[in-house]
């Protein structure tokens, strides 16, 4: 496996890949994509010339990043390719010198919080609340 850092100019070589990781039933493919292109950046991983898993960051580059959408193709899932993707985009985060890096578990899946802690995540209640703006 080996991984890869994706820009807004550098994403359209990996497109149809990238949707089918997203949106593997095809629901919302416009949305995905656009969500993607404004994406800062996109840490991908391949195997051979398969991509196999990515993650999304959105930050100011200074003081906060945000991390969306950390997917695995099901055919490589607990095979270690989400721990190195996350150990990635830790690691990019931390050398761009990015102050608050977060993200928003699923509570659907419970095991996400045990995932995230092994990237050096903890719940921090104490900035606030997590709120979503309705529509």
């Known amino acids: 496996m080996y991984l890869k850092i994706l820009t807004s100019k550098t994403i359209l070589d990996h497109k149809e890949s990238l949707l089918e990781l997203c949106d593997p039933l095809k629901k919302r493919p416009k949305d995905y994509w656009k969500s993607l292109k404004n994406s800062t950046y996109i840490i991908v991983a391949f195997k051979?010339?398969?991509?196999?898993?990515?993650?999304?960051?959105?930050?100011?580059?200074?003081?906060?990043?945000?991390i969306f959408d950390v997917l695995v193709a099901p055919d490589y899932r607990g095979k270690g390719v989400g721990s190195g993707i996350m150990e990635k985009t830790v690691k990019f985060c931390r050398e761009k010198q990015i102050k608050n890096v977060s993200l928003v578990t699923d509570p659907s899946h419970s095991w996400l919080p045990d995932f995230y802690r092994k990237s050096g995540f903890t719940?921090?209640?104490s900035r606030g609340t997590y709120m979503i703006l309705g529509k």
């Open 123 to 125: 719940v921090d209640n």
């Open 48 to 66: 051979g010339e398969k991509l196999i898993g990515a993650s999304r960051i959105v930050t100011d580059m200074y003081m906060c990043a945000m």
